[in-house]
């Protein structure tokens, strides 16, 4: 085997305006070889990926590919020369079939009729060789997201591809998909694909590469073979200095504050909730767990007022509350840290004062008369600037110019502040780096101590391991019985979350 | 004859059948570039300067099917025009397409005053004659309806038969169909999104301008001002009501005019005891209503509207 590089990057650089997503980054990928490109949010991964795969033009450097140089910008070059791209954020067409995407651009634009009985034939090829089971018939928008992910990889393996490119790919899995997209890679491995995977986790870079780079701040700070390396060394890389996990006292349970009692409602960004009870408790943090889309969206929309109850009953601290919104949620000192902050949780054209008084500019406190008082608003801002270390350059910036980080901590702020009853936290840290994740933790650990009952709803099931008292799962818009701390192992929590009911994989 | 009967007789269903021609022809063109991620209210301007151009270039001495050609190539050039602001460029298509409708609108308006200094009747042409096809059109009723009608309409309907195998059944109509979905997917499998949705929206105000000048030289042999009234933006509808797809898209045209039709035979046997706005609101009026009907639970194409900037963060 020859020892020629089937990729080699050198000296790439890219800025975006001021940020240096990527600063002279060189490496070269073997034959056979898993690559791992760890690094946290922000580290610029993504950004190298999309340049060497023509998505973006960087400002220097060049990338090769089996020592021929490939043009830059060119996303048709670097399919023809062999490299697949799997994104983080699935390029499939959601109204078309399995097999119209992996068609689609695979033969002459001008031919009269799509062969699709070829294409057919070449999935099943496929699909049969490296266990990529997946029904080339389905429209998309009806698979799930472990299916879509096969149908990413086929369209790179449809097209010959040498190199395939992961970018978390393990993000949107349940645990059990995971395992057997590892089994997939091995596969690929060894019929002569190098692979390079990019994550931010480090036991699956552990378990899947054979090398580690890792990048922070846009360079390229580490390269260490895994077999000689340990997951202490590479997150220390990562973040530059040593992280301490939030430690975590005995929980100190108190009365209920929130009780959902049998209520559903219509579907919400996936499914609808059927018939859920739950009680959330003062002093202690509840974790729902859960694959995305099983309804935890239509619950956090729910609790926070912007969805109605179909049926059911809700009560603050022992009494009903009739005529849930998102003003009387609110009133009854519910706190939302919303899933999609840039969606939800700001209004990015808006200065960070206005953002952090959205919640509450009606109060007494940044009202006088009905004329707001800026004056009170602006001290508040910078107030929550400095106790929460949101770096932004003034309290007039626009939010939409912060990092994700730092418009995390500022709706943290801004739920926090008034010492709220309830904190519904729905996918906090989603996107956050390690340091800013550890922050967002710390907070939230010290609202329970004082009293707060915390909704964590996460698709990271090490976050909720690491924080919640009591973790429930919710599949299919049910929740399953409560769990204590360490009652239920990673598989057993797994299983419940693909659907199968805990107490048959207890007996299996 | 009563209100009923007039549904019974060939004479209306041919009038139905030339009614919805130049919709049908619109709302192909319409429907591409909407496949494609594009809104296009270019729409009833482009139908005017191809109603216009057709017509001038008989007018001036040139064969009809040549008129056809010079009209679509008129439209193509607007569409070009469009597709430029639009798509490379990523402006709003709110706005870009209202401001194709007015420029090209006025344009016409100004080169036919230009033209034509001195006339105060609008000159005649001599039209796409009925071409009956033989054996088919003998068949009562819907024989008659459909096969005693002009060379112009014939085409509709292969356009839509055409429109309908590009999008489903040929490479490019993927590409097409995936640009409105999702570019990303397009750009992933090396294929140019701003190639695609120009293209589509080129080929989509052809088809445009063709539908107006079937008003010229097929259903009336002459042009004048405001003669497109609308029509335009009933194909915008037409869209929705078809769900993006060419088919059911066909059928809404056609149940449109027959609405349209049918309101004007009314008017003529009610006997002046209602006024006749009441029925020429009725076709939009029904048309509403079974876009509420029809159109409630519909998917458009999830790119609609949505620029696509390469390399974007």
Request: hydrophobic share 50%; charged share 20%; proline share 5%.
């Amino acid at each position: 085997m020859s020892d020629t590089p089937v990729l080699r990057l050198s000296g790439i650089s890219k800025r975006f305006g001021p940020l240096r997503a990527n600063d002279d980054i060189s490496f070269d990928l073997k034959r056979g070889e898993v690559i791992a490109l760890l690094g946290e949010n922000g580290a610029g991964k993504t950004t190298l990926m999309n340049i060497l795969f023509g998505h973006y033009v960087a400002d220097a450097g060049t990338v090769e590919a089996f020592g021929e140089p490939l043009p830059p910008g060119d996303p048709r070059a670097a399919l023809d020369a062999g490299i697949g791209m799997v994104h983080q954020h699935f390029t499939l067409a959601d109204n078309m079939t399995v097999q119209e995407n992996i068609a689609l651009g695979t033969q002459s634009l001008w031919r009269a009729r799509l062969d699709r009985a070829s294409v057919r034939q070449r999935i099943a090829q496929l699909s049969a060789d490296f266990g990529l089971a997946v029904d080339p018939a389905a429209t998309v928008s009806t698979l799930s997201v472990g299916e879509r992910q096969r149908v990413e990889i086929l369209k790179a393996l449809y097209r010959d591809a040498r190199i395939l490119i992961l970018d978390e790919p393990t993000a949107v899995l349940t645990p059990a998909e995971t395992d057997a997209l590892f089994r997939t890679l091995k596969l690929l491995v060894a019929k002569g694909l190098s692979i390079i995977f990019i994550s931010h986790k480090l036991h699956e870079v552990m378990a899947v590469s054979d090398r580690v780079l890792v990048l922070r701040a846009g360079r390229l700070v580490g390269e260490c073979e895994t077999a000689s390396t340990d997951r202490k060394e590479l997150a220390a890389l990562m973040v530059g200095q040593e992280v301490k996990p939030a430690e975590v006292s005995p929980a100190n349970v108190g009365a209920p504050l929130l009780v959902l009692e049998g209520v559903s409602t219509a579907p919400y960004n996936g499914a609808a909730l059927d018939d859920v009870s739950l009680t959330l408790s003062a002093g202690e943090i509840t974790g729902l767990a859960g694959v995305s889309g099983n309804g935890q969206a239509a619950l956090a929309a729910l609790i926070a007022g912007t969805q109605r109850a179909t049926g059911g009953r809700i009560s603050v601290a022992g009494r009903e509350v009739a005529g849930w919104s998102p003003r009387v949620a609110l009133d009854h000192g519910v706190a939302r840290i919303p899933e999609d902050r840039h969606a939800v949780g700001t209004i990015g054209d808006m200065s960070v004062t206005e953002n952090v008084i959205a919640e509450r500019y009606g109060s007494p406190r940044f009202s006088r008369m009905g004329f707001l008082d800026w004056k009170a608003a602006r001290h508040f801002a910078e107030k929550i600037i400095a106790d929460y270390d949101v770096k932004c350059p003034s309290p007039e910036a626009r939010i939409r110019l912060l990092s994700g980080g730092n418009m995390q901590k500022l709706i943290l702020g801004r739920a926090l502040d008034p010492e709220p009853a309830v904190i519904l936290a729905s996918q906090p840290t989603r996107g956050l780096d390690v340091g800013a994740v550890a922050y967002v933790h710390r907070m939230l650990l010290a609202a329970r101590e004082r009293g707060a009952a915390v909704l964590l709803i996460s698709e990271d099931l090490e976050e909720i391991l690491a924080l919640s008292d009591r973790i429930i799962v919710m599949s299919k818009g049910r929740l399953s019985t409560p769990s204590a701390r360490g009652e239920r192992s990673i598989r057993e929590l797994g299983e419940l979350m693909a659907g199968h009911s805990g107490e048959r994989s207890d007996a299996a | 004859m009563d209100a009923l009967e007039i549904l019974f007789t060939a004479s209306f269903w041919v009038a139905v059948i030339r009614i919805a021609s130049p919709l049908i022809f619109a709302t192909m063109g319409e429907l591409i570039c909407e496949r494609a991620g594009v809104l296009n209210l270019g729409i009833e301007g482009i139908m005017t300067v191809g109603a216009f151009a057709g017509w001038f270039t008989v007018y001036s001495g040139g064969d009809l099917w040549a008129g056809v050609l010079v009209a679509a190539l008129a439209g193509a050039l607007f569409g070009l025009l469009h597709a430029t602001l639009t798509v490379p460029l990523g402006l709003s298509q709110h706005v870009v397409g209202i401001g194709v409708t007015l420029l090209a609108t006025s344009l016409t308006y100004f080169t036919y005053r230009l033209a034509l200094p001195e006339v105060t009747s609008p000159p005649k042409i001599e039209p796409f004659q009925p071409l009956a096809i033989p054996g088919l059109s003998n068949i009562p009723v819907l024989g008659e309806a459909l096969f005693t009608q002009t060379p112009l309409t014939y085409l509709a309907f292969l356009a839509v038969v055409l429109v309908t195998w590009v999008l489903y059944r040929t490479p490019v109509g993927l590409a097409v169909r995936a640009a409105g979905e999702n570019p990303s997917a397009v750009e992933a499998q090396g294929i140019s999104v701003t190639g695609i949705r120009m293209g589509a929206v080129v080929a989509g105000s052809a088809l445009m301008a063709v539908g107006g000048a079937f008003l010229t030289m097929s259903a009336f042999n002459s042009f004048f001002f405001q003669m497109i009234n609308g029509r335009g933006w009933i194909c915008i509808a037409l869209v929705v009501f078809g769900s993006w797809r060419p088919g059911k898209a066909l059928v809404g045209a056609i149940l449109f005019a027959a609405f349209d039709a049918y309101q004007i035979r009314l008017q003529q046997i009610s006997g002046g005891i209602v006024p006749y706005q009441v029925f020429l609101m009725m076709p939009y009026a029904l048309s509403i209503l079974a876009l509420i009907l029809v159109a409630r639970r519909t998917t458009y194409p999830k790119a609609l509207m949505i620029p696509y900037q390469k390399g974007e963060r």
